[in-house]
């Protein structure tokens, strides 16, 4: 008889089996009915939970007189009460850099798409409008200026990837020892909203928080080039959608990559999608195939760590449980 009980909220992925094949001594129940109060039923008879983008609230944490560990199945915690958690002595574990190269590529990704006008070519291309290439202009990354909001697990991965592009590299975060950003081979940056009006491209890799949502607005908009491409593979709500429509709307910049939205999935006729100048994707830009199975065996080593007494503090974001 299995000794552990965890509670899946998504597939049992391979990256995910790779651990608990192993384990014998956890039984691992796929859970995919993720209404808070089917939740709130059943938690207590776990002893760990994964979960993907359900809300894990106060009045399930209640109810989770077992509950060891909660694991994000990525790095984002936004709809994961933590003070509740912390109040409960549970710690919440993340998956640490198991993405972070992968949203790095996707930020990248958008850079080159809107620098180079990709879909706007293919699309007008395969009409055999050959005059759009002149029309509209591509221009080249290198020797332009870049500032990427954020110096964590993503933001550190992409400033070497900028580099290689031949960018000039800026970096704000008030957070970390700005010698790091120096060695990193960027610039460091005490106040980003100074800098907007001499960058090219500004790359949003910061978590969300109370600091951080809305921090790209109409006035932060408004101080960026005319000529200036915006990013976002963070998190919606951190640069203020009305005031990104309005911008792009205008010309204000000239264009932006937005990979999460405030409402997941937005509605087919938000605003955005109306736009040329903007390139979208669903939230994917830390899922490819290796980060999947890469964030599953984190999420699954990090539940059998914390069994075994031995979760890495550095996946725990309320340390103080520990």
């Not at 919440?92 to 590529?105: D, Q």
């Not at 994707?281 to 699954?300: D, I, L, Q, V």
């Amino acid at each position: 008889m299995a000794q552990y009980r965890v509670m899946l909220q998504m597939p049992y992925t391979p990256g995910i089996a790779s651990i608990f094949d192993n384990h014998p001594e956890i039984a691992v129940e796929q859970f995919t009915e993720t209404s808070e109060a089917n939740i709130v039923q059943h938690i207590g008879n776990y002893d760990a939970a994964i979960l993907g983008v359900a809300p894990f609230t106060p009045a399930i944490i209640g109810k989770a007189d077992k509950l060891k560990i909660v694991a994000r199945h990525g790095v984002g915690y936004d709809a994961v009460n933590v003070p509740a958690l912390t109040k409960a002595g549970i710690p919440l574990a993340v998956v640490g850099t198991a993405n972070s190269i992968t949203v790095a590529e996707h930020s990248l990704f958008f850079m080159l798409a809107l620098a180079k006008r990709a879909f706007l070519f293919d699309r007008e291309a395969r009409k055999g409008n050959w005059d759009i290439r002149r029309e509209v202009p591509a221009c080249d990354l290198a020797g332009r200026k870049a500032l990427v909001l954020g110096y964590g697990r993503i933001g550190r991965r992409l400033v070497p990837m900028l580099n290689a592009m031949q960018m000039d590299v800026y970096v704000y975060d008030p957070y970390v020892i700005q010698d790091a950003i120096v060695t990193a081979g960027a610039t460091p940056v005490e106040d980003f909203r100074a800098v907007l009006g001499a960058m090219d491209f500004v790359s949003v890799n910061c978590p969300k928080d109370e600091t951080t949502t809305g921090m790209i607005a109409r006035a932060e908009i408004a101080a960026m080039k005319p000529t200036a491409f915006l990013v976002n593979t963070a998190r919606g709500g951190i640069i203020d959608e009305a005031d990104l429509y309005d911008g792009l709307k205008r010309d204000v910049i000239a264009g932006a990559g937005i990979d999460p939205f405030v409402v997941e999935p937005p509605s087919p006729d938000h605003p955005l999608f109306s736009l040329d100048n903007i390139v979208v994707s669903p939230h994917s830009a830390g899922n490819t195939e290796e980060s999947m199975f890469r964030m599953g065996a984190a999420a699954a080593r990090n539940v059998v760590d914390c069994f075994n007494g031995k979760l890495n503090p550095d996946n725990v974001i309320n340390k103080e449980v520990l």
